[in-house]
């Protein structure tokens, strides 16, 4: 009810906006992504710690408003593969710098949809913490397609796989990146 009330009565001209902890679920997001609460002139947007699936993902990733977005916090929610896939394929999320998934369950699907997208060519920063990636998600990261300007990869408390680890260890792309945060060392 909120939202449908914030969606409903505000029109907010703002950068930055924290939807943290409100217990969004997706429902409440497809309201807001679909009305005028959004403005172009968000360059962030942080809804961290909330109870977002993938419908409420799918709706921001379709979100036109949501264009200048340069940071995404999606940390902590029950994100799936579809979420992840929606993300990577977005026609409106081309200018985003940091991505934040942290602590959902996109697994390799949404790992290597990720990885292979070339609908997020600015992204530097990404983030993906325990999000059951195993060995298949571990390969598309190792040797992704799309992310060319990628600079910082989070990826810690993932699917122990070592076969995935020794791609990860032997990947030139991630050595050339200024940060790796792994449970594995990429120098021996």
Not at 42 to 64: I, K, P, S
Not at 80 to 89: F, K
Not at 124 to 138: A, C, E, Q, T, Y
Request: aromatic share 8%; net charge negative; charged share 25%.
């Amino acid at each position: 009810e909120l939202a449908t009330d914030l969606a409903e009565s505000y029109s907010l001209d703002v950068e930055i906006m924290y939807l943290n902890a409100t217990w969004l679920k997706d429902n409440s997001l497809e309201e807001l992504a679909g009305s005028g609460f959004f403005t172009p002139s968000l360059r962030e947007l942080w809804l961290y710690h909330n109870q977002l699936r993938d419908g409420g993902t799918q709706a921001l990733a379709q979100c036109e408003k949501l264009a200048n977005l340069r940071y995404l916090s999606l940390y902590n929610n029950k994100i799936g593969p579809e979420g992840a896939v929606a993300l990577a394929n977005s026609g409106f999320l081309s200018d985003l710098e940091t991505l934040d998934l942290s602590f959902n369950r996109i697994g390799d699907e949404g790992a290597a949809a990720l990885a292979n997208s070339s609908r997020l060519p600015k992204l530097k920063v990404l983030h993906l913490d325990s999000n059951r990636i195993g060995r298949k998600g571990m390969q598309a990261l190792a040797q992704p397609s799309g992310l060319k300007n990628l600079s910082e990869l989070n990826m810690q408390y993932n699917i122990i796989d070592p076969e995935g680890l020794e791609l990860l260890r032997e990947s030139k792309y991630l050595k050339g990146l200024e940060l790796v945060k792994a449970d594995w060392a990429l120098d021996d």
